[in-house]
């Protein structure tokens, strides 16, 4: 658990200290709030010509300084990874006032409704059984004039609903239809996964990997959860299998198929979920805390039932 007091020291004395590397800026903590109510602190330079500006996030920072605390050399470090990231007074994202010009951009996540009930309030969302569907907007490499690491993006409020002039709903139907239409989730046997890591298991007999019946279907992006609302991929790999499943919400990144077995434990399953969830994922990167049930045979026409919740 994290030291506040310490943490908050910290971050003053990195704000000090960037003060100095940039007097002519503006050097600004904020506080932001991620997923699940996660709370970091992050710290913005901000020229006078400069409207677009990267936030750096303080906290991994933190937990690298360690007792030493913040040193020269680390504070150097990090001016060099903020001035990395930053992309100057000549870039202007003015376009993105426009929907016409973001509504191609649009796509969706799946988060926990009820972890973020306050965060929703002002955001645009349709529920999925207890998981709620959130739009966001991706930003593409060339417009930020740099090479980026991952995706940048940034979620969808009701104030840019106003901004665009349309309604959550328009919203909501551009990003699940774009996400439904672009992304494309794949479905791979576990012990497959397993065997790319470690060679050694190359060998493995068919019975092997039949005593592995887990797989791991995802888009392949930090979002890949939002592949549970994929209903007729479900339905084809439940019809290839001939068998319901299981669906294990192993992080926001991706699920866990289980096809399902007479007599497996429902609670087995939720045990497992809330062990990891409080041992091996960061909090914001839960997305639920008990398992899913997916019926080949019930024919759904509306998302949010075409799973049901398992007790």
Not at 291 to 305: A, S
Request: aromatic share 8%; with cysteine; net charge negative.
């Amino acid at each position: 658990m994290t030291d506040i007091i310490g943490f908050e020291n910290f971050a003053d004395e990195v704000r000090t200290a960037m003060e100095l590397r940039y007097p002519d800026d503006r050097v600004e903590l904020k506080r932001v709030t991620k997923n699940n109510g996660v709370i970091y602190t992050g710290i913005t330079v901000c020229g006078e010509d400069e409207r677009v500006y990267p936030t750096m996030y303080l906290e991994p920072f933190y937990e690298e300084a360690g007792e030493e605390g913040l040193t020269e050399e680390l504070i150097d470090r990090m001016c060099g990874i903020y001035e990395s990231r930053r992309v100057g007074n000549t870039l202007s994202l003015e376009h993105l006032k426009d929907y016409g010009a973001v509504k191609d951009r649009l796509r969706c996540r799946l988060i926990n409704y009820e972890a973020n009930a306050g965060r929703l309030e002002e955001i645009p969302h349709r529920r999925f059984l207890d998981l709620a569907i959130v739009p966001y907007c991706m930003i593409r490499e060339y417009e930020l004039n740099r090479r980026i690491a991952g995706e940048a993006s940034f979620v969808v409020t009701n104030v840019n609903l106003k901004l665009w002039g349309v309604t959550g709903d328009e919203v909501l139907e551009d990003s699940i239809g774009n996400t439904l239409r672009e992304e494309d989730p794949q479905i791979t046997c576990m012990f497959d996964m397993l065997r790319k890591l470690n060679p050694g298991l190359a060998e493995a007999s068919e019975d092997e990997i039949r005593n592995c019946p887990m797989y791991v279907m995802t888009t392949g992006s930090s979002n890949g959860a939002i592949s549970m609302i994929y209903e007729d991929r479900l339905r084809e790999f439940c019809d290839k299998i001939g068998r319901d499943i299981y669906i294990i919400p192993s992080s926001i990144s991706e699920v866990i198929i289980v096809p399902y077995e007479e007599g497996a434990s429902e609670e087995m399953f939720n045990e497992m979920i809330r062990e990891v969830n409080e041992t091996q994922l960061d909090r914001v990167d839960i997305l639920s805390d008990h398992v899913y049930y997916f019926d080949r045979d019930l024919g759904f026409t509306e998302p949010v039932i075409k799973m049901k919740k398992v007790s």
